[in-house]
C-alpha cells in the first residue's frame, strides 16, 4: 500500500449514529479571539464513515481524513479511544 501524503487525523465524541455506516463526530477545539485574547471552544461536526456499525452516542473515537465516500462523508472512524458506559 502506497503512503498517500499525512492525513489529518482528530479526536471527538459521537453525538448521532442513527444512520446505517455513518456517525456524526463532533470535535472541539480551542482558538483565541483576535481582539479580546480570550480562549474560547468551538465545534465542528463531521459525517464518518463506520463500516461495522460500532459506535455509540458518547463514545470517543479517532478520526481521519479520507477520500470522498458520499456527499457529505469525507472522514472515516481509526478507532474507538473509549465506550460510552
Not at 463532533?26 to 483576535?34: A, G, I
Not at 485574547?37 to 478520526?63: M, P, Q, W, Y
Request: a positive charge.
Amino acid at each position: 500500500m502506497k503512503k498517500r501524503g499525512n492525513k489529518r487525523v482528530v479526536a471527538g465524541t459521537v453525538v448521532s449514529d442513527k444512520m446505517d455506516k455513518t456517525v456524526v463526530v463532533q470535535v472541539e477545539r480551542m482558538v483565541k479571539h483576535q481582539f479580546y485574547h480570550k480562549h474560547i471552544r468551538k465545534c465542528s461536526k463531521f459525517s464518518t464513515h463506520d463500516e461495522n456499525n460500532a459506535c455509540s452516542v458518547g463514545d470517543n473515537v479517532l478520526i481521519v481524513e479520507s477520500r470522498p465516500l458520499s456527499k457529505t462523508k469525507k472522514w472515516r472512524i481509526r478507532e474507538i479511544i473509549k465506550k460510552a458506559v
